[in-house]
């Protein structure tokens, strides 16, 4: 690869700067990215006032940390063409603290979140994705669907009864209205037909009501001391993995839909003075959005950081417009529209009965446990831990059965050799029972000279492998036999000679 294109590859920056001048100087593709960006502007709306009702701050806080979060990853993410913005999976994680210390506290979580997603990002966290198995990330999206119906519920206790069939209006039309057009976003219809009804018909029903005003530069005051930061370290924590989790596994969708690479770790850090700028200015936080990121790369063509850019600036112009119209949308269309996204989230597939059939069983328990955690922990990053953990544990476990260990007797320049085959890759959890696989008392007998152990079809991967052989060789020693290890590969050979008879 020339010099130029390695780099490109790996900072990503010339190219996406090319990509940007390329749009603005072509009608036809600058025309593409504008309606990319409006049409993802008006899929954001319902979405973020519905998200921003998750997290319990006003609907108002959520629409412009959307604008700031497009806007300001237009300009230093990683990935052309992705959508940031106020998600359900940040509102979860950090409703808790809203609800126990407040609004001040939660924008000093989302700003310390964005100081933990810049550290991440320089210790490399990216390379960790290739870790996470596809059936825990399965998990994540499902119970990230479960936490966000589970949110809804108490919206449809004791409610006036007008509330469900307002509900169940909603639900037809985010569901049926795309069967018959796609030219407006379904959820923005089920949000203004229900507004103009509940307005027109005078119904009694629960609104977003006037809860303040629209952000501006912001400052949290709160104490800066070691117990404040105990409180919110926490909550930061969890919603910087969490946003990096469902950032970067968007990122690779993207780069599989528009067969281009992107550089993760810079978009790793940019969510992060993204969210740092965000909770500057009075915002809620956010990370990519997988349905508004789709609406921009697949329905609609963009591919350039025009769009994203262009988003956030039509959405901070329809909130300033249409300010005064978010308080009177009914509550109710609000959970329609989020039952809609729970039930698009979920990943139906996983749980049908020809799929568990064909899944090996370890496969579907790590997806139950991820879903399991999340749902008991309302933390979407102690389950995909919880969801890592096991799948480890369970590949560990199979994987040590691999390894087997086979005895035979063989004349070997007039000697008589006991010769052990072992066949597998050894590592702690294979190797552990290789010491009790050979035959020390009868390979003392005087028939048998000496032992040879056969390593060519295995591969010594950890210090408990060494540790393991030398236990082996100790005793035989003490049986008065000399063990030879033959077949080892190259770099078995050297973790070896560094590490044989310094471990027990």
Request: with cysteine.
């Amino acid at each position: 690869m020339p010099a130029r294109s390695a780099r490109d590859a790996r900072t990503g920056t010339p190219q996406q700067l090319q990509s940007v001048r390329a749009t603005l100087r072509s009608p036809r593709r600058l025309k593409t990215e504008a309606l990319a960006g409006l049409v993802v502007a008006l899929a954001l709306i319902p979405e973020a006032i519905a998200f921003s009702v998750i997290a319990g701050v006003d609907p108002r806080i959520g629409l412009f940390a959307s604008f700031i979060m497009a806007v300001t990853i237009s300009f230093v993410g990683g990935r052309p063409a992705m959508i940031s913005a106020a998600t359900g999976a940040v509102a979860l994680v950090i409703a808790p603290l809203m609800r126990s210390h407040g609004l001040d506290h939660l924008i000093a979580a989302v700003i310390l979140a964005g100081v933990f997603q810049i550290l991440l990002a320089v210790l490399g966290v990216t390379r960790l994705m290739r870790f996470i198995p596809r059936s825990v990330m399965v998990g994540f999206v499902n119970a990230l669907a479960l936490l966000v119906f589970m949110a809804q519920i108490p919206e449809l206790i004791g409610v006036p009864w007008m509330v469900y069939p307002l509900v169940t209006v909603g639900l037809v039309i985010v569901v049926g209205l795309p069967r018959i057009t796609t030219a407006v976003p379904s959820p923005l219809v089920a949000i203004v037909v229900l507004t103009l009804f509940a307005v027109l018909a005078g119904v009694d029903v629960p609104t977003v009501q006037d809860k303040g005003q629209l952000p501006s530069l912001f400052i949290p005051n709160v104490p800066m001391t070691w117990e404040t930061f105990q409180v919110i370290a926490p909550f930061s924590l969890s919603m910087a993995l969490v946003g990096l989790l469902e950032s970067l596994m968007t990122a690779k969708l993207v780069d599989d839909i528009t067969d281009t690479r992107s550089n993760k770790t810079r978009e790793s850090w940019g969510q992060g003075v993204a969210n740092i700028v965000t909770g500057f200015f009075g915002g809620m936080g956010g990370c990519a959005v997988i349905g508004q990121t789709m609406i921009n790369v697949k329905g609609s063509g963009a591919r350039s950081r025009v769009s994203t850019f262009l988003a956030g600036v039509f959405l901070l112009v329809l909130v300033v417009t249409l300010g005064d119209v978010v308080g009177l949308i009914p509550m109710a269309a609000l959970v329609a529209v989020m039952i809609f996204v729970s039930a698009i989230t979920f990943d139906w597939h996983s749980i049908a009965p020809r799929t568990l059939r064909r899944m090996p069983k370890s496969e579907t328990g790590v997806m139950l446990i991820t879903v399991a955690v999340v749902s008991v922990t309302h933390n979407l990053a102690i389950g995909v831990g919880a969801g890592v953990l096991a799948a480890m544990a369970l590949f560990a476990r199979r994987v040590a059965h691999f390894a087997t260990v086979e005895r035979t007797v063989v004349e070997l320049n007039g000697e008589t050799v006991a010769k052990y085959t072992v066949d597998g890759e050894l590592f702690f959890a294979s190797s552990n029972d290789l010491y009790t696989q050979f035959e020390y008392a009868l390979d003392a007998e005087p028939d048998i000279s000496r032992v040879i152990v056969d390593l060519h079809a295995s591969h010594l991967w950890d210090a408990s492998t060494i540790a393991v052989l030398d236990s082996v060789t100790e005793k035989y020693r003490r049986h008065g036999r000399d063990v030879e290890l033959i077949g080892l590969n190259e770099a078995s050979i050297q973790m070896r000679q560094r590490l044989a008879g310094k471990l027990n």
